[in-house]
């Protein structure tokens, strides 16, 4: 995953995905709650779905380290006119732009949202909500050091 976000956030938004995918009320209130200076919960999630979409829209479209320049700038340009990348793109500006002032409710449609997106623009199901998040939060140990 990128640097854009600590492991301790990832970890916190996926804490949350998990509440929600769970319909866990408690966990859910227990994972919005936030000290100053942190960032609030749907702004992590909102974050993370960004995250995930710049790693997962560029590998779809065959766009990888090493691609020789002619084809990265076609690569690219197909990025840019793809409307699932165009879509994702909308999403996530939404999502960014709701998520500080996200009330609990909301909280939960951003989660919810992310979720269902991810199901989407992947070979995923249902079942595999649970292991998704669970690869997330063990790459957010790894990447600090923490397994």
Known sequence: ????????????????????????????????????????????????????????LPAQLGIHDGMPADDLAAAA????????????????ETLKALAPTATPEQAAIIARSLVGYLIAISEATEDHVLPLISSLRQAALQRGGTT
């Not at 990128?2 to 956030?9: E, K, T």
């Not at 866990?24 to 100053?36: G, K, Q, S, Y």
């Not at 340009?77 to 996530?92: C, E, F, G, H, M």
């Open 77 to 92: 340009k197909k990025l840019n006119t793809d409307p699932t990348a165009q879509v994702s793109i909308v999403l996530s």
């Open 1 to 56: 995953m990128a640097d854009a976000m600590a492991p301790d956030d990832i970890l916190r938004a996926c804490g949350y995905l998990e509440a929600v995918w769970r319909e866990d009320d408690t966990a859910m209130a227990t994972l919005l709650r936030h000290e100053p200076g942190e960032h609030p919960t749907p702004v992590l999630i909102a974050d993370l779905g960004d995250l995930i979409m710049q790693v997962m």
